[in-house]
């Protein structure tokens, strides 16, 4: 049995689907926004609830994507469903001695690699001043805590831009591109591969020109992406430093 947080967003929608068809799969969808779909159960997972924390109760794994997803969204925004949820999620599988996490993190918690030039690897996160990435490094941590103190395994992927529509306008967006198809056969891997500790992949299609490694996706999950954006498409696109800029200072409020 799988537990898919944020289940009503956008991945979830897509990984549910995916699984769905499958017909092997059986699904508890959990998400603050159920979007009026009966199957979904609401929760905020930045509050300990028994009736959220019950639905983990004989999980294989539990899939946590229920975030705040906005790259460049101010702290105030991310605390509650990107820090005290991830806190939760992991108590939460702890106590129902849940078989392992698959844990939503983000090509944002390199943040500060935007500038820079060589491959990105999954190693040590390095989010610079992004606010949002910061909070997937967080999570991350809180990861490796978990396995420590309570033995919980995690599968820490951090997610490409997850769409059907390769369309950007720089070379950094091309290369982090994740096509739904390749996006859910990740997630489904991750679902399904036994690990000890705590696993981290980049998780993006096979992007020509991409400084993202899937090296680790490739040989721990099994991964192998069917989609990708040519090299006629990001040659002439250079990387572009207003995004760079306003992405790596988040807004603040008014």
């Not at 979904?40 to 999980?59: P, V, Y």
């Not at 369309?167 to 950094?172: E, P, S």
């Not at 680790?216 to 192998?224: D, K, M, N």
């Amino acid at each position: 049995m799988v537990v898919i947080t944020g289940a009503a967003g956008g991945i979830g929608t897509q990984l549910r689907a995916h699984l769905d068809a499958r017909g092997v799969y059986e699904l508890r969808l959990l998400d603050i926004d159920p979007r009026g779909d009966p199957h979904i159960i609401q929760a905020d997972l930045s509050l300990m609830d028994d009736r959220w924390i019950a639905q983990f109760e004989g999980a294989d794994a539990v899939v946590h994507l229920a975030a705040n997803p906005q790259p460049n969204a101010t702290w105030d925004a991310l605390i509650a469903p990107n820090v005290d949820a991830v806190l939760n999620v992991y108590l939460a599988a702890a106590h129902h001695k849940v078989g392992r996490v698959v844990l939503a993190s983000s090509i944002w918690a390199m943040a500060a690699r935007l500038a820079d030039a060589g491959p990105i690897e999954a190693a040590e996160p390095d989010p610079g001043a992004n606010a949002y990435g910061a909070s997937k490094l967080f999570a991350e941590r809180v990861a490796h805590a978990m396995w420590r103190g309570h033995g919980v395994p995690t599968v820490v992927l951090r997610i490409g831009g997850m769409r059907d529509d390769a369309d950007a306008t720089d070379v950094w967006g091309y290369g982090c591109w994740l096509s739904v198809r390749d996006g859910c056969q990740g997630l489904e891997l991750a679902i399904n591969t036994a690990v000890e500790g705590v696993l981290i992949a980049n998780l993006t299609s096979a992007n020509a020109g991409s400084r993202w490694s899937l090296e680790t996706a490739r040989e721990a999950l099994g991964f192998s992406p069917q989609d990708g954006v040519p090299a006629s498409r990001t040659a002439a696109r250079p990387p572009a430093a207003h995004l760079i800029s306003r992405l790596l200072k988040p807004r603040r409020s008014e």
